[in-house]
């Protein structure tokens, strides 16, 4: 970093599998590609070409070459799994993973009704090859899933074997773990993490107010995903407590100056450090 600050908490390094950090890359230009590498590849462990952009995108096989040239791997989206299963051409879709040379997959049923059994058997075959990202829960707004259902289908993915399962949420944060408000469905996270362990959850959570809730759950080390390009600085000051939003979340109250400390414990009238 630039330069020091005390009372900051412990972010965990690159190669790393809590603090994970998933941008959504969704048709970035080569030079905006570059760009954005230049200030957040230290905050990006792994970036998703949104749903079927890869199909789209001009120059793919040079965009993916500049993001390994930075040490960061890239997986296509779960939607352009789905468009591949539902024409039987899962064949292909491996082919594909292959023709490009991607070491990730992602493995969703968000769009298509898939027998729950036969996604697991997609992961099992997925990962002779390459590492899996599972996806669950719907991108239908009126399907809601009971926690019962969420957690014994993360399970058996990870059994399938997912190195990790992602939280649908879709690029606007406002379905699957989230209601339409974009307000998250907290029991429905708090019962999840009753059985699954955080650390192999990645959140999809791409609105601010997202991600400080599951920073001040978990910690600066939770993992995020769906993370706009334009964003990931930010979202790097929110973990570290250096945005408003997140100012006193990691402070020892006792240790700051004494002109912060609340009044209740000064017994005099003063300023008192926001808790937001």
């Not at 590498?37 to 970036?47: F, G, K, M, R």
Request: aromatic share 8%; charged share 25%; glycine share 8%.
């Amino acid at each position: 970093m630039n330069y020091s600050l005390s009372q900051l908490p412990e972010r965990t390094q690159k190669p790393r599998e809590q603090g994970f950090t998933m941008m959504m890359d969704k048709g970035l230009s080569l030079r905006e590609v570059e760009d954005f590498l230049e200030v957040a590849s230290p905050y990006t462990d792994i970036v998703k070409l949104g749903w079927a952009t890869s199909y789209v995108v001009p120059n793919l096989k040079r965009k993916l070459e500049i993001y390994k040239e930075a040490g960061i791997p890239v997986y296509l989206g779960g939607t352009l799994f789905e468009a591949f299963i539902i024409r039987n051409q899962f064949d292909d879709y491996r082919r594909l993973l292959d023709n490009f040379g991607l070491e990730y997959a992602e493995v969703s049923d968000g769009s298509i009704d898939l027998d729950h059994g036969r996604k697991c058997e997609f992961i099992r075959e997925l990962t002779k090859s390459v590492k899996v990202l599972s996806e669950v829960g719907s991108k239908d707004a009126e399907k809601i899933i009971p926690p019962y259902k969420w957690i014994s289908q993360m399970q058996a993915e990870l059994d399938a074997g997912a190195i990790k399962v992602i939280g649908e949420a879709r690029e606007g944060g406002n379905v699957g773990l989230f209601r339409s408000t974009g307000e998250v469905r907290s029991g429905l996270v708090e019962e999840i993490l009753t059985k699954i362990p955080s650390e192999r959850i990645i959140w999809e959570a791409p609105q601010k107010a997202q991600q400080v809730w599951f920073i001040k759950l978990l910690g600066a080390n939770v993992n995020l995903g769906n993370i706009a390009p334009n964003e990931m600085v930010s979202l790097e000051t929110i973990r570290l407590g250096l945005r408003g939003d997140t100012f006193s979340h990691f402070l020892d109250m006792d240790a700051v100056d004494p002109m912060f400390h609340p009044a209740a414990k000064t017994g005099k009238p003063g300023t008192s450090m926001p808790r937001g």
